[in-house]
T-cell receptor
Framework: EAEVAQSPRYKITEKSQAVAFWCDPI?????LYWYRQILGQGPELLVQ????????DSQLPKDRFSAERLKGVDSTLKIQPAELGDSAMYLC??????????FGPGTRLTVL | AQRVTQPEKLLSVFKGAPVELKCNYS??????LFWYVQYSRQRLQLLLR??SRESIKGFTADLNKGETSFHLKKPFAQEEDSAMYYC???????????FGSGTQLTVLP
């Protein structure tokens, strides 16, 4: 069964450093999402792609976060510079024509 | 703005006892509601959606528009039901999910 892949699974970095996360959605899924999940809270949408285009990035802190999906397949989320408050789980999800989102295993980021 | 509230962060029940996980929502349109579950060391996955009115793993959820609720119920809890449960509201026009803060269910032996 096809699954959403994410890497790395864990990332520890120091504040002010740059970090990048990668997501490979299920093949054929045109819609891709990046979420941030802070401990004790539900996932919150950061950015939504339809193919290679950004549909919604209203919750993305654009001074330090960027996201791209250049060929409409895999995607990269970058933080530069990382801050202590960025420590969280970063989840990627993809969706086809139905209303079901399929989630990856997440990348747990710790900023020291 | 749409909002999902799960008032219980933690819920413990004994095996074989009934369980109800509460979810309330606010949404101006016609809501589509889901329950997602995350078992230990597994990824977040869909449990059930209100529109299909199905029972998954013995769980059911009824949408009550008058009370703006979508509580998840199971008559006899099992230890394997222990997990984190998230209620989520789907906006079809935006194709976006809004999650609640989750309820950690523990089923005791």
């Amino acid at each position: 069964e096809a699954e959403v892949a994410q890497s790395p699974r864990y990332k520890i970095t120091e504040k002010s450093q740059a970090v990048a996360f990668w997501c490979d959605p299920i093949s054929g899924h045109a819609t891709l999402y990046w979420y941030r999940q802070i401990l004790g809270q539900g996932p919150e949408l950061l950015v939504q792609f339809q193919d290679e285009s950004v549909v919604d990035d209203s919750q993305l802190p654009k001074d330090r976060f960027s996201a791209e999906r250049l060929k409409g397949v895999d995607s990269t989320l970058k933080i530069q510079p990382a801050e202590l408050g960025d420590s969280a789980m970063y989840l990627c999800a993809s969706q086809h024509d139905t209303d079901t989102q399929y989630f990856g295993p997440g990348t747990r980021l710790t900023v020291l | 703005a749409q909002r999902v509230t799960q008032p219980e962060k933690l819920l413990s029940v004994f095996k074989g006892a009934p369980v109800e996980l509460k979810c309330n929502y606010s949404y101006s349109g016609s809501p589509e509601l889901f329950w997602y579950v995350q078992y230990s060391r597994q990824r977040l996955q869909l449990l059930l959606r209100h529109i299909s009115r199905e029972s998954i793993k013995g769980f059911t959820a009824d949408l009550n528009k008058g009370e703006t609720s979508f509580h998840l119920k199971k008559p006899f809890a099992q230890e394997e039901d222990s997990a984190m449960y998230y209620c989520a509201l789907y906006s079809g026009s935006a194709r976006q999910l809004t999650f609640g803060s989750g309820t950690q269910l523990t089923v005791l032996p």
